[in-house]
């Protein structure tokens, strides 16, 4: 069995603080993250790629409701659900993304698809979800995403004249990051993105080098939190470059590219990982959904507090 493996996985980063949080809706967290960690630690576990270790974890999060992203994704200003999602592998560099994805199951699987099965990297809105037809992935009626407490913050937002941040206190992007036995890093991330989105916005989530990005020669991260100013930054492929090229710690370089997100006026955070081991967490918000596996066992944390 594979002993030198990592993994590494968020739910989300923003206002996470325990008086916000309901003793139930906690253990339902927590519950989520580990169910995550432990799909990711069998594939790892038996000697499985980091890839296939990621795309497990994030699929996992997005089948539970307290994750924005799959089921229970926020709303459009339509009242209807786009989901985001992107997949790269740190060995060869390749990568699968789409967005505006209204009738597949599971982004993160889409995101794969394109990544293994198509000449391109990136597939938006009706064209990305024929593409998974032709695949055979599994689809659904957009009303699947749907739960009762998004279409409860949209009809805030709407009656309130409010912005997304004052009716959902976090980002509840979802992503994972792995190294395998081989040495080999993998990310993925996947989102319902922002409540209220209009216009066919889209996030960092699926874009390559702003919410994503996994290199063997420097490290895997993904992103969560205001997208707008994550796209800007470069926060993931950032990072890397930071790390790489700059010859940054891991932790100083994730910090910051965090701190340039705060400079402009962005909340959230990172996860990553590097081929020799190191897992790293940085965000600037009051919280985290977080979680990490190894072969000494798992954790998962919310709160600035948590180690």
């Known amino acids: 069995m594979a002993s030198d493996w990592k993994l590494v996985i968020h739910g989300g980063a923003g206002g996470i603080e325990r008086k916000s949080m309901t003793p139930d809706k906690d253990r339902e967290v927590r519950a989520g993250l580990d169910r995550a960690l432990q799909a990711g630690e069998q594939v790892l576990a038996g000697g ?12 996992v ?13 926020v709303f459009t200003w339509d009242e209807t659900h786009e989901l985001d999602a992107s997949v790269m592998d740190g060995s060869t560099l390749a990568a699968g993304a789409v967005t505006g994805v209204s009738t597949t199951k599971s982004a993160v699987g889409l995101a794969r698809a394109v990544l293994e099965k198509s000449p391109h990297v990136f597939l938006s809105h009706e064209g990305a979800d024929r593409f998974a037809r032709e695949q055979g992935l599994e689809q ?10 998004r279409r409860q913050q949209l009809e805030r937002l709407k009656a309130h004249k409010v912005s997304a941040l004052e009716v959902e206190y976090k980002f509840g992007t979802v992503g994972a990051v792995a190294l395998d036995a081989s040495g080999h890093v993998a990310a993925a991330t996947s989102t319902g993105g922002m409540t209220g989105k209009r216009w066919g916005r889209i996030g960092d989530s699926p874009i390559i080098g702003a919410g994503t990005y996994a290199d063997d020669r420097a490290c895997a991260v993904s992103a969560t939190g205001h997208g707008e100013h994550f ?7 950032e990072i890397c470059a930071r790390i790489r ?14 701190a340039e997100v705060k400079g402009l006026g962005g909340e959230g955070g990172v996860i990553l990982v590097t081929p020799g081991g190191k897992t790293i ?19 998962v944390a919310i709160y600035s507090d948590e180690r």
């Not at 796209?231 to 492929?237: K, N």
């Open 48 to 59: 499985g790629r980091a890839l296939d270790a990621v795309a497990a974890a994030v699929c």
């Open 61 to 73: 999060l997005e089948d539970d409701p307290n994750f924005n992203a799959g089921r229970g994704s």
């Open 140 to 149: 659904v009626a957009n009303s699947y995403f749907s739960t009762p407490e």
């Open 231 to 237: 796209i800007r930054v470069g926060v993931a492929h």
């Open 245 to 258: 090229l700059a010859g940054q710690s891991p932790q100083a370089a994730a910090d910051a590219v965090m």
């Open 281 to 299: 967490y940085a965000f600037n918000s009051a919280g985290m959904y977080r979680g990490t596996a190894s072969a000494s066992g798992r954790s």
